[in-house]
């Protein structure tokens, strides 16, 4: 017999005695609803039977439901701190539009209202242009190619325009600076950009990175930018080697020369200082001894215009006695005659001191004595003896 038939097992059914029950009662489970949400609230629950077990459960389920609420605001308010470390900014975002910049320290914000993101300001970041092919090899001014790579050495120094002007910084620097290189070294030679040049390229290159960046309001300000590399293509190395190696010994014989230069001249300039004084003493000199045979000769022009005949002999002695001032022994050839005039000189110039000084004493004017080799003739000539007598005198 089945358990719902009548007279089965007393007409109950598995789940209990529940006959005679009907479907459950909406309007009850409204009103035990409406209970335990005024007791949640704070109210009173609904009168009739049942209410004291009513409002005991409503206490209850408001006590559970408030503590839970509490957590949960202690929850969402906690995870609203947070630090902004030194060197960094906090960009305080609500509802996805900007709303402030936070120092570095503690801070709250509203979570799920709010959000924070943190940018570093204070480190240096760098980028590397060349790392490729494509990216080292640039076209010169004077249509060369060129190998080089540069780093840029870059930090923040507007978080707002960091997040907000540009969707990829770092990117829009990378191509900022690949655009700025080749516009400057398809400005310059390719010798001057390796060789005298490097310092000013980099430069112009910074000046110009830094310009693009501050149009386009990226935030990012340019440190340094370094040339580590620029070199002709690995295809072409070789041939710039020796030009530069070429280079370089031309400089290394203009510096050897410019020192040798530096040496010799003053050397030069001294003695043509020392051979100009030489001259002007030595025309000095000459001028003088000219001034002085020229005032001597007027002398002797006016004695000779007084006496010509005297003048004469007197000139032709002096010259005698130059001729004669320095040889030892003199011969005279004598006229019509075969007897020849020897003249010890020598020992006349010995014994001239001896001479002198009995002259002093004595006061006498005879001459020194003549030796002749044979005496001469009675005829010998009027003319030499006077001659001879006046050197005598003398």
């Known amino acids: 017999m089945a358990w719902n038939e009548p007279g089965g097992s007393g007409n109950k059914d598995p789940w209990g005695n529940r006959n005679n029950q009907g479907p459950p009662d909406l309007d009850e489970f409204v009103r035990k609803l409406q209970s335990k949400l005024a007791g949640l609230f704070g109210g009173k629950g609904g009168s009739g039977s049942g209410g004291g077990s009513s409002a005991s459960g409503g206490n209850a389920g408001s006590i559970s439901l408030g503590v839970i609420a509490a957590v949960l605001v202690g929850i969402w308010a906690l995870s609203g701190i947070y630090i902004v470390d030194q060197g960094k900014e906090g960009v305080v975002l ?25 940018v570093d300001v ?39 325009d960091y997040l907000f002007s540009v969707r990829d910084p770092d990117l829009t620097l990378r191509q900022v600076t690949e655009s700025a290189v080749r516009e400057i070294v398809g400005k310059n030679t390719l010798d001057y950009i390796i ?15 830094q310009k693009i960046l501050n149009s386009y309001s990226t935030g990012i300000t340019v440190v340094n930018l370094n040339m580590q590399n620029a070199q002709p293509p690995e295809q072409v190395q070789h041939a710039f080697d020796d030009a530069i190696k070429a280079r370089e010994d031309k400089q290394r014989r203009i510096n050897e020369a410019e020192a040798y230069s530096n040496g010799v001249l003053p050397r030069a300039r001294g003695g043509a200082a020392r051979i100009i004084q030489e001259a002007k003493g030595y025309q ?13 000769f007027l002398m002797v022009l006016r004695q000779y215009k007084k006496a010509p005949k005297v ?11 130059k001729v004669m001032a320095n040889s030892r022994k ?8 075969n007897n020849l005039m020897y003249l010890p000189l020598d020992k006349m110039i010995k014994s001239q001191p001896s001479v002198v000084e009995s002259d002093a004493s004595s006061g006498s004017t005879s001459p020194p004595a003549i030796t002749r080799r044979k005496p001469p003739s009675s005829t010998r000539d009027s003319r030499f003896s006077g001659r001879l007598r006046s050197r005598e005198v003398r």
């Open 94 to 118: 609500q509802f996805g539009a900007f709303s402030s910049i936070t120092d570095p320290g503690p801070h709250w914000y509203p979570r799920f209202i709010d959000t924070v993101d943190v």
């Open 330 to 337: 003199v011969v005279v050839d004598v006229k019509n005659s």
């Open 122 to 160: 204070a480190n240096v970041r760098s980028v590397n242009i060349g790392r490729t092919s494509d990216e080292a090899l640039m076209l010169t001014e004077d249509e060369n190619i060129i190998d080089i790579k540069f780093t840029v050495q870059y930090k923040v120094k507007d978080a707002r």
């Open 311 to 321: 003048t004469r002999e007197r000139l032709y002695l002096d010259t005698m006695e």
């Open 195 to 209: 060789t005298d040049g490097r310092v000013v390229v980099s430069a112009d290159i910074g000046r110009l990175i």
């Open 284 to 296: 000095a000199q000459v001028v003088a001894r000219a001034e002085g045979e020229t005032d001597r």
